[in-house]
Nanobody
Framework: QVHVQESGGGLVEAGGSLRLSCVAS????????MGWYRQGPGQRRELVAS???????NYSDSVKGRFIISREYGRNTANLQMNNLGPDDTDVYYC???????????????WGQGTQVTVSS
């Protein structure tokens, strides 16, 4: 069983910064990729940023130059540093982990419960 836990959300004024953390725990053979997604009410979940185990990163156009995703490999952790936040960044942020669990031969996807980010104007 793999568990994904997000932390670091909260309320911030426009122009401010927040740092989100995602920790994967449990019976994990290896993590392939970790990513952050966000979803607003009535909207589909969209990719914010992802990082492959080899270090390759991918960002949505709306956050390029403002957000930075990084990995702490020994701790199965992915962090998302969010700078220059604006009201449009207000959403629930979810972490997705692609990992091979113990006893499996194929990767599976695991989601956290989400953390709320609210940016006031």
């Amino acid at each position: 069983q793999v568990h994904v836990q997000e932390s670091g959300g909260g309320l911030v004024e426009a122009g401010g910064s927040l740092r989100l953390s995602c920790v994967a725990s449990g019976s994990i053979v290896g993590i392939i990729e970790m990513g952050w997604y966000r979803q607003g009410p009535g909207q589909r979940r969209e990719l914010v940023a992802s990082i492959h185990t080899v270090g390759t990163t991918n960002y949505s156009d709306s956050v390029k130059g403002r957000f930075i995703i990084s990995r702490e490999y020994g701790r199965n952790t992915a962090n998302l540093q969010m700078n220059n936040l604006g009201p449009d960044d207000t959403d629930v942020y979810y972490c997705k982990v692609k990992a091979v669990p113990n006893g499996a031969v194929q990767q599976r996807e695991y989601w956290g419960q989400g953390t709320q980010v609210t940016v006031s104007s």
